[in-house]
C-alpha cells in the first residue's frame, strides 16, 4: 500500500484538517521533535487504496543567513555585503530538527500533498518541505506526478474537501519573489544597520538602543510616525471666534445654530457682528430644504480594514490581533485573516454563511429576517486575486473564544452581515435661519429604512436622527434662547495611532497587510517610538534624529517610494513576468549606490547626533581599570552596555540583560584588566569576565563572549579549568561551573545553559579539589560546613567528596533552571544520565562523564 505524506503550516492545522478528511478515523502520535504531531488514517488517493500521513512544519522551515566568517560584525566591511557575501539557507529554529522530522516521516512515501497557507509566504515554504523530502521519499515512474498542492482559503469540511479533490501544483515563480525579498532585505538591512550600529555606538553612550536597525520597510514606518510628529512641534495654535446661537422649536425643544461664517480670527471683527444681531429677538426661518441620501453598507473585510478598526475600536495592537486571527482561523472560525480582496465572487456562497449565524443569540432575529426578505448583493470591492474576504465560518460564543477572540470574532460577524444587508436610507433636512443680517444653519437627518438590520449590525454608523417642527415648516420666526461668542484654541494634531500607520502606509508601498504589524513591533523594541495611551505612537529622541539624518542625506531612505517600486517588481516575479535574478540584482544594486553615499554623507547625521546624545566620554560611571593605561573605565549602563577608556579610546562589550560590578578587585593574569561580575539575578546565575579576554579571546578554542567560567587557561583561578566541576546534564557541550562569589547560598551553572545547582547552604567555605570521583570523573568539593548547622557526623566541618557520588554530600545538591529560562527548555526533559566518554579537558584535568543515576534522580527536581 502506498503511502501519501500531507504537511500543513502549523501543528493544529495539520490536526484540523486530518479530523475532516478522515471522519475521525485517525491515529495520532509526536514526532521526533516533540512540537509536530503525525496523523495517520486509511483512504484512497488517485484511484487506489493508500495511507495517508498528515503532519505540519511551524512556519518556515528554513531561513536566509550569510555564511559564517560574513556575520562577524568587526571583520567585515558592510559594503561587500551587497553582492561579495555568499548567503545559504539555514534551520530556522535549529533545536526543532524540523528538516531531519520531515525526513523521517517523509521516508517511504510515494506522494506529498502540501497545505501551507495560500499565500506567497506559503508557496516558499512548500518549496522548502520539498527540498527536504523529496531525496528520502520513494523515487517515482517516470512521468508520474507526486507533488501536490492544496488551495483552500477556510477550515471547513466544504472547503477542505473540495481543495483535497481539486489538488493543483505549488507556484515556483510566487516562492522566487519571496527569496528575492528575504535576500533584499538581508543584505540592505544588514548593510545599513551594521554600519550605523558600529559608527554611533562608537561615539555615544545613551543612545539606548542596542541596535541601530535600517530595514526597507520598518524605516517608512518609523519616518510616517516621526513626520506626524514634527507636525506637532511645528504647530502653532490661533484663537478663534465663533457665533453661537440656540433657538426654541416651541415644543421645549432647542436648537444649536451652525454661523454661515464659520469661524473670524480677528476678536474685534466678531464681537462688531454679535453686536450687531444681538439685538435681535427671533430667528427667521428662510428656507426649508430636504434630500433623501444613503449610508453605504461596508465593502467585505480585509486585512487592512481589520486591523485598522481593531486598533481604533478594540484597542488591539496589530501584531496581537493577527495572533488572535490565526487562531480563529486554524479552528474554523473564519476564514484566512490574510487577504486584500474587497470583493466576494459571483459562486461565493453568501446565503450558507449566513444561515449559519441564525440561531446565535446575539444577532439570529436580524439574521432570519435579512434571510426572509432576501440578502442584497455585497458592494463591489477590489479583487487581488489572493483570498476570499475575511467571512465568519462558523458560530461561536464568547465562553468558546476568550475575551479577545470573541470581540474580534463579532467584529468580523457583523461586518459581514452589513456587507450583504440593505443600505441605510435617511432624510436630510437642512434649515437656513437668519438672525439681522447673519446666516445661520441647522441640519439632521430621520432614517427612512434602516436597510435590513444595517442600523442594528453597525451602530456606530448610525445616522443621528432630528425632526422638523411644524413652526418650521411653516417659516414662522423661533425666539433666541442664547446668542453669544466663544472663544476657541485650535488644536495641534495628536500623535500617530496603529491605524494612521495602516492607513497611510499599505497603500503607499510601505509594507504589506502581513508585514506592517511587525515593522511597528520593531520600531518599538528598537526603543525608536514609545505607545502612549490610545496606542498612539510616540517618537522617541533616537527615532527623531535618525529620520531627521535620513532626509538630510537622502529622503528616499525614508519614503515608502522606493520600495514600493521594488514591490511591483517582486510581483511581477510572482505573475512569472520578470526574471529572478535581474529584479534582485536591479534593487540591490540601487541600494548599493544609496549605502555608499550615505557612508560618505554620514556627518551630516551625526551632526544631529551631537546635539542630542553624549560622548562616550563623558557618559556612564568608573567601574574598573584598563590593562593599558591603568586608569578607570567608564561603565555605560544605556543599552547595549559596555565599558568605555577614555584615555585609549577603546570601548569593550559587556553581557546584556543582567547587572554588572567590579569583582573584587582582582585582574586578570594575562592583560591586567580589572574583572567584572556579571550577574542575572539571586535565582539565576554569575560569573566573572575579563573585559578585554571577552572582546580578545586569548585561545584558539575560545569564541568572542566567553566568560571566565569558559576560559582554558591552564592555571588562572578563575578560570574553567579550575572551577569546572561536571559535564551538565542537560545541555550538550556545557560545564557546571562552581561560582565562588554566590556564599552562603553557594552554586554551580552551567556555563551553556541556564542549568543551576544549589549546594551546601550556609557552609563557611567551598572550593573545587584537584582531585576527580573514581566513579564519575567530577571533580571533586572541598567544604568547610558550620559548625552549628553541620550535617557530618560527630559534628565534623570538614568534608571532601563528590557531589553527585557521595552520600554525604548526594542530598545536598538541588538541580534547578536559572530564572531567565529559554523557551526551548523544558523542565526534566533534559538528555539525563548520558556520559559522553572521558576525554582531556584544559589543564590537564580529566573530562567528567555525566554523573549517571544520581544526576537523573536530581534532574527530576528541575523547576
Same mark, same amino acid.
Given at each position: 500500500?502506498?503511502?501519501?505524506?500531507?504537511?500543513?503550516?502549523?501543528?493544529?492545522?495539520?490536526?484540523?484538517?486530518?479530523?475532516?478528511?478522515?471522519?475521525?478515523?485517525?491515529?495520532?502520535?509526536?514526532?521526533?521533535?516533540? +512540537?509536530?504531531?503525525?496523523? /495517520?488514517?486509511?483512504?484512497?488517493?488517485?484511484?487506489?487504496?493508500?495511507?495517508?500521513?498528515? #503532519?505540519? %512544519?511551524?512556519?518556515?522551515?528554513?531561513?536566509?543567513?550569510?555564511?559564517?566568517?560574513?556575520?562577524?560584525?568587526?571583520?567585515?566591511?558592510?559594503?561587500?555585503?551587497?553582492?561579495?557575501?555568499?548567503?545559504?539557507?539555514?534551520?530556522?529554529?535549529?533545536?526543532?530538527?524540523?528538516?531531519?522530522?520531515?525526513?523521517?516521516?517523509?521516508?517511504?512515501?510515494?506522494?506529498?500533498?502540501?497545505?501551507?497557507?495560500?499565500?506567497?509566504?506559503?508557496?516558499?515554504?512548500? @518549496?522548502?518541505?520539498?527540498? +527536504?523530502?523529496?531525496?528520502?521519499? =520513494?523515487?517515482?515512474?517516470?512521468?508520474?506526478? #507526486?507533488?501536490?498542492?492544496?488551495?483552500?482559503?477556510?477550515?471547513?469540511? #466544504?472547503?477542505?474537501?473540495?481543495?483535497?479533490?481539486?489538488?493543483?501544483?505549488?507556484?515556483?515563480?510566487?516562492?522566487?519573489?519571496?527569496?528575492?525579498?528575504?535576500?533584499?532585505?538581508?543584505?540592505? $538591512?544588514?548593510?545599513?544597520?551594521?554600519?550605523?550600529?558600529?559608527?554611533?555606538?562608537?561615539?555615544?553612550?545613551?543612545?539606548?538602543?542596542? *541596535?541601530?536597525?535600517?530595514?526597507?520597510?520598518?524605516?517608512?514606518?518609523?519616518?510616517?510616525? %516621526?513626520?506626524?510628529?514634527?507636525?506637532?512641534?511645528?504647530?502653532?495654535?490661533?484663537?478663534?471666534?465663533?457665533?453661537?446661537?440656540?433657538?426654541?422649536?416651541?415644543?421645549?425643544?432647542?436648537?444649536?445654530?451652525?454661523?454661515?461664517?464659520?469661524?473670524?480670527?480677528?476678536?474685534?471683527?466678531?464681537?462688531?457682528?454679535?453686536?450687531?444681531?444681538?439685538?435681535?429677538?427671533?430667528?427667521?426661518?428662510?428656507?426649508?430644504?430636504?434630500?433623501?441620501?444613503?449610508?453605504?453598507?461596508?465593502?467585505?473585510?480585509?486585512?487592512?480594514?481589520?486591523?485598522?478598526?481593531?486598533?481604533?475600536?478594540?484597542?488591539?495592537?496589530?501584531?496581537?490581533?493577527?495572533?488572535?486571527?490565526?487562531?480563529?482561523?486554524?479552528?474554523?472560525?473564519?476564514?484566512?485573516?490574510?487577504?486584500?480582496?474587497?470583493?466576494?465572487?459571483?459562486?461565493?456562497?453568501?446565503?450558507?454563511?449566513?444561515?449559519?449565524?441564525?440561531?446565535?443569540?446575539?444577532?439570529?432575529?436580524?439574521?432570519?429576517?435579512?434571510?426572509?426578505?432576501?440578502?442584497?448583493?455585497?458592494?463591489?470591492?477590489?479583487?487581488?486575486?489572493?483570498?476570499?474576504?475575511? #467571512?465568519?465560518?462558523?458560530?461561536?460564543?464568547?465562553?468558546?473564544?476568550?475575551?479577545?477572540?470573541?470581540?474580534?470574532?463579532?467584529?468580523?460577524?457583523?461586518?459581514?452581515? +452589513?456587507?450583504?444587508?440593505?443600505?441605510?436610507?435617511?432624510?436630510?433636512?437642512?434649515?437656513?435661519?437668519?438672525?439681522?443680517?447673519?446666516?445661520?444653519?441647522?441640519?439632521?437627518?430621520?432614517?427612512?429604512?434602516?436597510?435590513?438590520?444595517?442600523?442594528?449590525?453597525?451602530?456606530?454608523?448610525?445616522?443621528?436622527?432630528?425632526?422638523?417642527?411644524?413652526?418650521?415648516?411653516?417659516?414662522?420666526?423661533?425666539?433666541?434662547?442664547?446668542?453669544?461668542?466663544? /472663544?476657541?484654541?485650535?488644536?495641534?494634531?495628536?500623535?500617530?495611532?496603529?491605524?494612521?500607520?495602516?492607513?497611510?502606509?499599505?497603500?503607499?508601498?510601505?509594507?504589506?497587510?502581513?508585514?506592517?504589524?511587525?515593522?511597528?513591533?520593531?520600531?518599538?523594541?528598537?526603543?525608536?517610538?514609545?505607545?502612549?495611551?490610545?496606542?498612539?505612537?510616540?517618537?522617541?529622541?533616537? $527615532?527623531?534624529?535618525?529620520?531627521?539624518?535620513?532626509?538630510?542625506?537622502?529622503?528616499?531612505?525614508?519614503?515608502?517610494?522606493?520600495?514600493?517600486?521594488?514591490?511591483?517588481?517582486?510581483?511581477?516575479?510572482?505573475?512569472?513576468?520578470?526574471?529572478?535574478?535581474?529584479?534582485?540584482?536591479?534593487?540591490?544594486?540601487?541600494?548599493?549606490?544609496?549605502?555608499?553615499?550615505?557612508?560618505?554623507?554620514?556627518?551630516?547625521?551625526?551632526?544631529?547626533?551631537? %546635539?542630542?546624545?553624549?560622548?562616550?566620554?563623558?557618559?556612564?560611571?568608573?567601574?574598573?581599570?584598563?590593562?593599558?593605561?591603568?586608569?578607570?573605565?567608564?561603565?555605560?549602563?544605556?543599552?547595549?552596555?559596555?565599558?568605555?577608556?577614555?584615555?585609549?579610546?577603546?570601548?569593550?562589550?559587556?553581557?546584556?540583560?543582567?547587572?554588572?560590578?567590579?569583582?573584587?578587585?582582582?585582574?586578570?593574569?594575562?592583560?591586567?584588566?580589572?574583572?567584572?561580575?556579571?550577574?542575572?539575578?539571586?535565582?539565576?546565575?554569575?560569573?566573572?569576565?575579563?573585559?578585554?579576554?571577552?572582546?580578545?579571546?586569548?585561545?584558539?578554542?575560545?569564541?568572542?563572549?566567553?566568560?571566565? =567560567?569558559?576560559?582554558?587557561?591552564?592555571?588562572?583561578?578563575?578560570? *574553567?579549568?579550575?572551577?569546572?566541576?561536571?559535564?551538565?546534564?542537560?545541555?550538550?557541550?556545557?560545564?557546571?561551573? @562552581?561560582?565562588?562569589?554566590?556564599?552562603?547560598?553557594?552554586?554551580?551553572?552551567?556555563?551553556?545553559? =541556564?542549568?543551576?545547582?544549589? @549546594?551546601?547552604?550556609?557552609?563557611?567555605?567551598?572550593?573545587?579539589?584537584?582531585?576527580?570521583? /573514581?566513579?564519575?570523573?567530577?571533580?571533586? %568539593?572541598?567544604?568547610?560546613? =558550620?559548625?552549628?548547622?553541620?550535617?557530618?557526623?560527630?559534628?565534623?566541618?570538614?568534608?571532601?567528596?563528590?557531589?553527585?557520588?557521595?552520600?554525604?554530600?548526594?542530598?545536598?545538591?538541588?538541580?534547578?533552571?536559572?530564572?531567565?529560562?529559554?523557551?526551548?527548555?523544558?523542565?526534566?526533559?533534559?538528555?539525563?544520565?548520558?556520559?559522553?566518554?572521558?576525554?582531556?579537558?584544559?589543564?590537564?584535568?580529566?573530562?567528567?562523564?555525566?554523573?549517571?543515576?544520581?544526576?537523573?534522580?536530581?534532574?527530576?527536581?528541575?523547576?
Amino acid at each position: 500500500m502506498k503511502t501519501v505524506l500531507m504537511v500543513a503550516e502549523k501543528p493544529s492545522l495539520s490536526q484540523s484538517i486530518a479530523k475532516i478528511l478522515s471522519k475521525g478515523n485517525v491515529s495520532s502520535r509526536k514526532g521526533l521533535n516533540g +512540537a509536530c504531531s503525525v496523523h /495517520e488514517y486509511p483512504g484512497s488517493f488517485a484511484g487506489q487504496a493508500v495511507r495517508f500521513k498528515m #503532519t505540519s %512544519v511551524c512556519g518556515h522551515v528554513m531561513t536566509l543567513d550569510f555564511i559564517g566568517k560574513y556575520n562577524n560584525w568587526d571583520k567585515v566591511d558592510p559594503a561587500e555585503l551587497f553582492s561579495k557575501a555568499p548567503t545559504e539557507k539555514k534551520e530556522a529554529n535549529p533545536k526543532l530538527t524540523m528538516v531531519k522530522f520531515l525526513q523521517v516521516e517523509a521516508r517511504g512515501c510515494d506522494y506529498i500533498v502540501l497545505w501551507l497557507d495560500c499565500d506567497k509566504e506559503g508557496e516558499n515554504i512548500c @518549496f522548502e518541505v520539498l527540498d +527536504a523530502v523529496l531525496p528520502v521519499m =520513494n523515487k517515482c515512474r517516470s512521468g508520474e506526478k #507526486t507533488v501536490y498542492r492544496a488551495k483552500f482559503s477556510s477550515i471547513t469540511d #466544504t472547503d477542505i474537501c473540495n481543495a483535497m479533490n481539486h489538488l493543483g501544483e505549488p507556484s515556483q515563480n510566487e516562492a522566487l519573489s519571496v527569496d528575492a525579498r528575504q535576500e533584499l532585505d538581508l543584505r540592505i $538591512g544588514c548593510a545599513f544597520t551594521r554600519f550605523q550600529t558600529k559608527y554611533f555606538q562608537g561615539k555615544y553612550g545613551n543612545l539606548d538602543s542596542s *541596535l541601530i536597525s535600517f530595514g526597507p520597510c520598518q524605516t517608512p514606518t518609523l519616518g510616517f510616525c %516621526v513626520e506626524r510628529h514634527d507636525k506637532i512641534q511645528s504647530f502653532k495654535p490661533e484663537l478663534y471666534w465663533v457665533i453661537q446661537a440656540k433657538v426654541s422649536d416651541g415644543k421645549a425643544v432647542s436648537l444649536t445654530l451652525d454661523w454661515d461664517r464659520v469661524r473670524v480670527f480677528d476678536r474685534e471683527v466678531a464681537q462688531m457682528f454679535l453686536n450687531i444681531i444681538k439685538v435681535v429677538k427671533e430667528a427667521k426661518v428662510e428656507s426649508v430644504s430636504k434630500k433623501e441620501k444613503v449610508k453605504q453598507r461596508p465593502l467585505a473585510l480585509n486585512t487592512v480594514e481589520m486591523l485598522r478598526v481593531a486598533s481604533a475600536a478594540l484597542g488591539m495592537g496589530p501584531q496581537h490581533t493577527m495572533q488572535i486571527a490565526e487562531r480563529l482561523y486554524t479552528q474554523g472560525y473564519i476564514s484566512y485573516p490574510r487577504t486584500e480582496t474587497t470583493h466576494y465572487a459571483e459562486n461565493f456562497d453568501l446565503k450558507g454563511v449566513l444561515r449559519q449565524q441564525a440561531n446565535s443569540s446575539y444577532w439570529a432575529d436580524t439574521v432570519k429576517a435579512l434571510l426572509a426578505e432576501g440578502i442584497n448583493r455585497p458592494r463591489k470591492g477590489h479583487d487581488a486575486g489572493d483570498h476570499p474576504p475575511i #467571512t465568519p465560518m462558523r458560530a461561536a460564543s464568547e465562553a468558546e473564544l476568550g475575551s479577545d477572540g470573541w470581540r474580534l470574532y463579532e467584529y468580523i460577524t457583523r461586518h459581514f452581515i +452589513a456587507t450583504v444587508s440593505y443600505d441605510c436610507k435617511y432624510l436630510q433636512t437642512t434649515i437656513l435661519f437668519s438672525i439681522g443680517k447673519e446666516r445661520f444653519t441647522s441640519t439632521g437627518k430621520m432614517v427612512i429604512s434602516p436597510g435590513g438590520g444595517f442600523k442594528i449590525i453597525l451602530s456606530e454608523e448610525v445616522v443621528c436622527e432630528m425632526s422638523v417642527s411644524e413652526a418650521c415648516s411653516c417659516h414662522l420666526p423661533l425666539p433666541l434662547l442664547k446668542l453669544n461668542l466663544l /472663544e476657541i484654541l485650535s488644536l495641534a494634531p495628536g500623535f500617530s495611532m496603529y491605524n494612521d500607520v495602516l492607513r497611510v502606509l499599505i497603500p503607499g508601498g510601505g509594507g504589506t497587510d502581513a508585514s506592517i504589524p511587525v515593522h511597528i513591533n520593531n520600531i518599538c523594541q528598537r526603543n525608536y517610538v514609545t505607545v502612549e495611551s490610545g496606542r498612539r505612537l510616540k517618537p522617541t529622541n533616537l $527615532g527623531i534624529v535618525l529620520v531627521h539624518g535620513y532626509y538630510k542625506i537622502d529622503s528616499e531612505l525614508v519614503l515608502p517610494t522606493i520600495r514600493s517600486a521594488v514591490e511591483k517588481q517582486l510581483n511581477l516575479i510572482a505573475q512569472g513576468k520578470a526574471n529572478y535574478r535581474q529584479v534582485l540584482e536591479h534593487g540591490l544594486d540601487i541600494f548599493k549606490r544609496k549605502f555608499h553615499y550615505f557612508v560618505d554623507s554620514i556627518t551630516d547625521m551625526d551632526e544631529l547626533m551631537e %546635539v542630542s546624545f553624549s560622548p562616550l566620554a563623558a557618559t556612564g560611571k568608573p567601574l574598573s581599570r584598563c590593562g593599558k593605561c591603568h586608569r578607570f573605565m567608564k561603565y555605560i549602563q544605556a543599552k547595549p552596555s559596555r565599558l568605555h577608556c577614555s584615555h585609549c579610546d577603546e570601548t569593550y562589550s559587556l553581557p546584556q540583560n543582567g547587572a554588572i560590578k567590579l569583582y573584587k578587585e582582582l585582574r586578570c593574569p594575562l592583560d591586567e584588566f580589572e574583572l567584572v561580575l556579571w550577574s542575572s539575578g539571586s535565582r539565576g546565575k554569575s560569573y566573572p569576565l575579563c573585559p578585554y579576554c571577552y572582546n580578545h579571546p586569548p585561545f584558539r578554542d575560545m569564541k568572542k563572549g566567553m566568560g571566565c =567560567n569558559e576560559c582554558t587557561h591552564p592555571t588562572c583561578q578563575h578560570s *574553567l579549568s579550575m572551577l569546572g566541576i561536571a559535564q551538565c546534564v542537560e545541555c550538550e557541550n556545557g560545564v557546571l561551573v @562552581f561560582d565562588p562569589t554566590s556564599g552562603p547560598k553557594w552554586k554551580m551553572a552551567c556555563n551553556k545553559c =541556564n542549568v543551576v545547582a544549589h @549546594f551546601f547552604e550556609n557552609a563557611h567555605k567551598v572550593k573545587v579539589s584537584p582531585e576527580n570521583c /573514581e566513579s564519575c570523573e567530577a571533580a571533586l %568539593v572541598d567544604v568547610d560546613f =558550620n559548625k552549628a548547622k553541620t550535617p557530618l557526623p560527630e559534628g565534623e566541618t570538614q568534608h571532601v567528596g563528590c557531589a553527585f557520588c557521595d552520600p554525604v554530600f548526594q542530598d545536598l545538591v538541588e538541580l534547578k533552571h536559572a530564572a531567565m529560562k529559554h523557551p526551548m527548555h523544558r523542565g526534566g526533559q533534559g538528555k539525563r544520565g548520558r556520559g559522553r566518554g572521558r576525554g582531556r579537558r584544559p589543564g590537564g584535568r580529566p573530562n567528567p562523564k555525566k554523573p549517571k543515576d544520581k544526576m537523573a534522580a536530581l534532574a527530576a527536581y528541575f523547576v
